[in-house]
């Protein structure tokens, strides 16, 4: 991810969450040296989502993934998560988190089949009231990985 990306990144993170991430947020992602935040790219050369992942000793977390609504479904959003479980491997981290809203059934599906197990929930998590999933993968147990 870039600053040229920022736009764009911000349109999809506005259509994907009812309280998006600022500018400055991605920014901030941007600069840490811990983060690793990255853009999917279509053929045609447009940020067709994105990714933002930091790492803390032997652990990576998803901390926002967003693919743009008109993308959804075409393998962007898993061509991201496989990008992290490979960064994850490369690295040879043990373990590879996030949350998800406990109503996001296509995402949750695509980490269940990715071998995310849920081991917990934190309860009332987004401004909704909605609890959040919290996933975790054992990247000990992941199979090899195309993506790089």
Request: proline share 3%; net charge negative; aromatic share 6%.
């Amino acid at each position: 991810m870039c600053i040229e990306d920022l736009d764009k990144v911000l349109q999809i993170e506005s259509a994907s969450f009812p309280r998006p991430w600022t500018r400055r947020h991605f920014l901030d992602e941007m600069e840490s040296p811990g983060s690793h935040p990255v853009v999917a790219v279509t053929a045609g050369g447009e940020v067709g989502g994105y990714l933002c992942l930091t790492q803390v000793l032997d652990e990576a977390e998803i901390l926002d993934v967003a693919v743009d609504p008109s993308l959804r479904g075409s393998g962007i959003g898993r061509a991201l998560v496989d990008w992290a479980v490979a960064f994850c491997r490369q690295r040879k981290l043990a373990l590879l988190c996030l949350e998800v809203r406990v109503g996001n059934h296509e995402a949750i599906s695509l980490y269940r089949r990715l071998g995310f197990a849920e081991v917990g929930r934190r309860k009332n998590y987004y401004e909704n009231g909605d609890d959040a999933i919290l996933m975790d993968l054992s990247i000990a147990q992941v199979e090899e990985c195309d993506a790089v």
